[in-house]
């Protein structure tokens, strides 16, 4: 009995890390990633490879899997969210408008920061980029 209760407060614990790192990448980035249970699980299976396959120590193969994973992580980062973030534009932001008889009122001077974050993080997931250099 009280290794079920072990157990299921270990499961539990996951899960919330799980919810807490999708809260915050969307807390703070307005996009959704959906890849840390994948990335969790690369770096789990690069820890069974290190012991069962290269037969490393269990303390040697744990840090190998965190590190595997934060290596991906970046890589992610880098390929598939930064370039949503950064692509911008100057569409309005579709969380922020508001309907007033029919026409689209948005803001079109974002004042802080973080609404200019968001402002170029839903404009580039809704919108496609727009060619300045006069050529369509």
Do not use: E
């Not at 994973?69 to 309005?92: E, I, N, S, W, Y």
């Not at 920061?113 to 060619?131: K, N, T, Y």
């Amino acid at each position: 009995m009280l290794q079920q209760v072990f157990n299921t407060l270990i499961a539990a614990s996951i899960y919330a890390l799980f919810a807490m790192g999708y809260a915050l990448v969307f807390g703070v980035l307005d996009i959704l990633n959906l890849a840390h249970g994948a990335i969790f699980m690369c770096g789990a299976f690069a820890a069974v490879q290190a012991v069962l396959g290269w037969h490393w120590p269990l303390l040697l193969a744990l840090p190998f899997g965190s590190s595997w994973a934060g290596l991906l992580g970046v890589v992610l980062d880098l390929v598939a969210v930064a370039p949503l973030t950064t692509r911008g534009g100057d569409f309005p932001d579709p969380v922020d408008q508001h309907h007033r008889g029919g026409h689209r009122v948005s803001k079109t001077s974002p004042s802080a920061p973080s609404d200019r974050m968001r402002m170029a993080s839903h404009s580039a997931l809704f919108r496609p980029v727009l060619s300045t250099s006069g050529t369509p």
